[in-house]
């Protein structure tokens, strides 16, 4: 895409990446996702981050639309995870800036991806301040959100915050600010960018949304590194981010099951229907459809995870295994939960996933439910039953 | 004494314990199993310095 100008001298400057799916291997994005950087024309001339290495020569033809490469004085790293610092060897060769800024952390990242201890770095830390000329930037690190050497940097004339990974949603699209797409869709896809990348840091998030209340920062635009720039909901996305680092669950509940010869999946749909009869909402996902990622945003809003498998080897299916671990590394708090799953001889994986959502410090609040072979009625009433048990559950625990 | 991780700037303070991890309160640094990690980003116990 050509040069957006964000604000007077501002230009996003980054590249829309329509066709990716994958993202960093454990999340779909399923509407793609832009990588954006930001250009400050000043006294000094800055560039905000990067594009990956693949997207080099359009993160490039874009500059050229606003500026000579050449020209740019200095390069900020908010971030080093390779979406956004791939480009820079070539950046690097081309540009030849005077400074490279980026946080301590960042630094040692910086050298063991790309192993060019020669580069001028130039480390920064919270509160230290640079000059651009008319301009001032401010950094504040903001470690673990989400890796260890992540850093926004505020440029207090201008009211703009460059927030890195925090903020962001993956779409691909030819808009640039929030108010022009449609808002139910990018909040869910901010929802689903906090689920599966903010969430085991809420307890950051809440420090660092009380820290930008402290500095007192003026902010009236964010600006991260992926999805559309914030502009007009700015005061929403800090609600946002404020709910959902608190973890304040919801009357709701996931049920998520696998299946092999569909009585876990008659289980999980009686299962449900108890849950439902409560007055509680209910996701139902077949893990066969449904990829871990679309799973973990209904999570994250839940009160209750219920997990099921039939045995297969003595175990759970894979596909459980997977949602499982996925879902334990993003730590989600508060959850009570419960397992279930039709066997045919040894029956252990109900048991087995009971334990695992234990082990993530979801609160069991029924005893495994097992059926052997082929649901009966008998059987059907007695899944209900179990939903109902979890329904009245959720609904103590969540006050209307 | 308390403890700063060096990855992610989580305070270990003997006062408090880290209980979700097993961890009671009043337990000194030196005391903490060599397997435990930051509750934080999961870093090991080496990757963390005395405070201050």
């Given amino acids: ?400 | 004494m308390r403890y700063v991780c060096s990855i992610c700037g989580y305070v270990y303070d003997p006062a408090d314990g880290d209980p979700d991890s097993g961890v009671a309160a009043g337990t000194s640094f030196d005391d903490i199993p060599a397997d435990w990690a930051c509750p934080v980003c999961g870093a090991s116990k080496d990757n963390f310095e005395p405070e201050g």
């Fill in chain 1, 1 to 400: 895409m050509l040069p957006v100008e964000i604000k007077k001298d501002i230009f996003w400057v980054g590249s829309v990446d329509w066709n990716l799916r994958d993202f960093h291997g454990y999340s779909l994005a399923r509407r793609g996702t832009t990588y954006n950087a930001y250009l400050v024309k000043d006294e000094k001339i800055a560039l905000f981050d990067l594009v990956p290495a693949n997207h080099v020569d359009e993160l490039l033809r874009c500059l050229k639309a606003t500026i000579d490469p050449e020209q740019i004085d200095y390069l900020i790293v908010n971030h080093v995870e390779p979406d956004h610092s791939g480009a820079l060897p070539k950046i690097m060769d081309i540009v030849k800036p005077e400074k490279v800024f980026c946080s301590p952390i960042a630094k040692q990242a910086l050298i063991s991806h790309y192993h060019r201890e020669d580069w001028p770095y130039e480390v920064v830390a919270t509160g230290d301040n640079i000059s651009l000329g008319k301009r001032t930037v401010t950094f504040l690190e903001t470690k673990m959100l989400h890796w260890p050497d992540s850093m926004f940097s505020f440029l207090p004339e201008d009211k703009l915050l460059i927030s890195s990974d925090a903020f962001g949603q993956n779409l691909a699209s030819s808009e640039r600010f929030d108010d022009q797409v449609d808002q139910s869709l990018l909040f869910d896809l901010a929802a689903s960018y906090y689920a599966n990348i903010i969430l085991p840091f809420s307890p950051l998030v809440q420090k660092l949304l009380a820290k930008v209340g402290e500095v007192g920062w003026d902010i009236d635009m964010i600006a991260p590194d992926h999805g559309l720039i914030w502009r007009t909901h700015i005061p929403e996305i800090l609600a946002k981010y404020g709910e959902w680092s608190t973890q304040k669950p919801q009357r709701k509940a996931v049920v998520f099951y696998d299946t092999m010869w569909k009585s876990t999946e008659r289980m999980a749909r009686a299962i449900a229907d108890g849950i439902i009869a409560e007055g509680v909402s209910v996701q139902l996902f077949s893990l066969k459809t449904a990829h871990h990622s679309d799973v973990m945003p209904f999570i994250m809003e839940a009160q209750a995870v219920v997990a099921g498998s039939p045995t297969h080897n003595n175990g759970m299916l894979p596909l459980l295994a997977d949602m499982l671990t996925y879902m334990k590394g993003l730590k989600p708090q508060g959850k009570i939960g419960a397992a279930f799953g039709s066997y045919g001889w040894s029956g252990e994986a109900a048991k087995q996933i009971s334990e695992f959502l234990q082990s993530a410090k979801v609160e069991i609040v029924a005893e495994p439910l097992r059926v052997k072979n082929v649901p009966t009625d008998q059987d059907l009433a007695a899944c209900q039953e179990f939903g109902s048990k979890i329904g009245r559950e959720v609904i103590a625990r969540v006050p209307e």
